[in-house]
């Protein structure tokens, strides 16, 4: 008995050398320290994976309010501080989708050296969840934008031909189609020649109105090799450059009296008021031409389009003062672009036609001529965008033509009513002035 129980005693007695070097314990330990790491771990990725998507969230909302604050500076004349509160209204109406997510600590607007865009800088901080853990409590998510127009600085030539023919002094939905025009137009150069900044520094426009003529004013004797009464002119005397640009000179000088004398001849001959105005950044010398417009006589469409390339042709720059003379073709720092605007079929040629809105042979040899001009034009590398204020129930072949005049179709805008004639002005500034991110 004494010595079952003295085995007894010595297996329960503690073996301190085999606890010692028993691991199982620290399996444990280390299974507990490795699981706290991984849950760590879990935690901040799915912070990171939250601060991918404030990132997005913040990046697409100060892009587009960098946009907005550009074209308040262009289309609107405001300055920095003017733009700048409803910028941030603005930011903040795009990121209430995020408001959870991220705070808004920072906002900077500012316009760039150039002064042709804006900066917007916004800083901002994002709540962490997990990586409170280790510390990290809020994660900074910084965004800067700059938008500017036409960001390569290049010059940019644009020649306006304006249809002012008598069907411009109907009504669509109580407004006058030459009041439509006028506010298109004063659009437009409100975005190309804005009066802040430097943003249209680098832009001219000239305007070219046209009817059954041109009313050329102080350049009639320069393109007819003498007087020209009332300064209306016509077609050149000559037909072998009728799709051409060459200078208007000698026996292929444009002719200073129509073929009004014989019979079918159409009345008024030219614009009253509203005359050929050269290139110029100079808002005050081109906004009276737009508000001289006045509606009157049939459509001569080729002259208009004669007189808008010869506004950025080279060939023309004997005529026109030095501050107005177009660049070289081919120069790299320059773009050329026409718009050519119609209410209507191009019916007239020699201020005649057959009395009917199609205008006849007159007719056809008007839009002939027209189509061939816009492509002369196109080979020289010159963009042209076509508008057709073309309201409901008008005859829709009106449009042929200045679906074949334009560079593509995105270049071709059919405008039934006032409202689209402002927005197509607009689209088009727009495009022109190359409104763009650049960072």
Known sequence: MSVGTARTSQSHRFNVAAFAANEHGSVAIVFGLMLMSLLLFVGCAIDIGRIALARSYLTSAVDA?????????????????????????????NLKGAAKLITVTGFDLALTDTGTGITVNVKSELQTTFARVA???????????TAVFNEQNQNVEVALQLDVTGSMNDSINGARKIDSLKLATNKLLDILLPTTGNGGANFRVGIAPFAAGVNAGTYASAVTGGSA??????????????????????SDSLKTVSDLGRANAIAP??????????????????????????????????LGTTWA?????PNWSP?????????????STTRKIAILMTDGIYNTVGGMN???????????????????LCDAMKAKGIAIYTVGFIAAGDNAAAADTLKACASDDSHFYQAQDGDQLFAAFNDIAQKISALRLSK
């Open 319 to 331: 005529v026109w003062p030095s501050a107005s003379k177009p660049a070289a073709y081919g120069d």
């Open 269 to 302: 001959p030219c614009p009253a008021n509203a005359t050929v105005t050269a290139l110029s950044s100079d808002r005050s010398k081109l906004q009276p031409t737009v508000n001289a417009l006045a509606p009157g006589g049939w459509t001569s469409g080729h």
């Open 229 to 250: 009464p009332g300064g209306c002119v016509y077609e050149r005397r000559s037909t072998y450059n009728d799709a051409t640009d060459a200078i208007p000179a000698g």
């Open 309 to 313: 390339w010869g506004l950025i042709s």
């Open 65 to 93: 309010t960098t946009l907005y604050a550009t074209k308040k500076m262009r289309t609107e004349g405001m300055d920095a501080a003017q733009i700048s509160p409803l910028a941030h209204a603005f930011l903040d109406a």
């Open 135 to 145: 510390g990290i409590n809020t994660i900074q998510v910084p965004q800067t934008a």
């Open 354 to 372: 057959d009395g009917t809105e199609f205008g006849g042979t007159f007719g056809v040899q008007s839009r002939a001529r027209a189509v061939a």
